[in-house]
Structure formats: C-alpha cells, structure tokens
C-alpha cells in the first residue's frame, strides 16, 4: 500500500491505495516479527457499494482504502 499522505480534509483519516507495477500489486514479505498491530480499513466508495465486494474479496477488489485510526485508544495514539 501506498504510504500516508496527509489525512482526508473532511473526516481526518488517512486514505491509502493498493501499489501497482506493470499491472500487477506490489506485494512484500515481511517478517513476523515486524508486525506492530493490525488495522482497521474502510473500502473507499461512492454512494452504493458493489455486491461483488464481500468481506473475503474487498481488499482484492478494493484499490483505495481508508485507515480508521478511531477504531481504539492504541489504534488512535499510534497512527495520529
């Protein structure tokens, strides 16, 4: 994913996109050991959400997503 640009004028979350090369995601291998937590990200969309997009697809069918760094205290404290 793309890194953190500055947060969305109107809510205040960051919005990322998934990085592309030659048509295909650019995808790395990290080690367990580099993960500090998860996070919680909304599909971005207009006013209607494709059917297509279920909780098991949607970050392969998605291209932009929205960090929700409301989702806990931590969450809050480490992203903003």
Not at 36 to 52: C, K, Y
């Amino acid at each position: 994913f793309t890194p953190f640009q500055q947060p969305e004028s109107h809510h205040g979350l960051y919005k990322i996109c998934c990085l592309m090369r030659h048509g295909e995601r650019l995808a790395s291998i990290i080690d367990v050991s580099d993960i500090r937590r998860s996070v919680h990200l909304f599909p971005n969309f207009s006013a209607v959400v494709p059917r297509e997009w279920t909780s098991s697809a949607v970050l392969e069918l998605c291209s932009s997503f929205v960090v929700n760094s409301f989702s806990d205290r931590h969450a809050y404290l480490t992203i903003v």
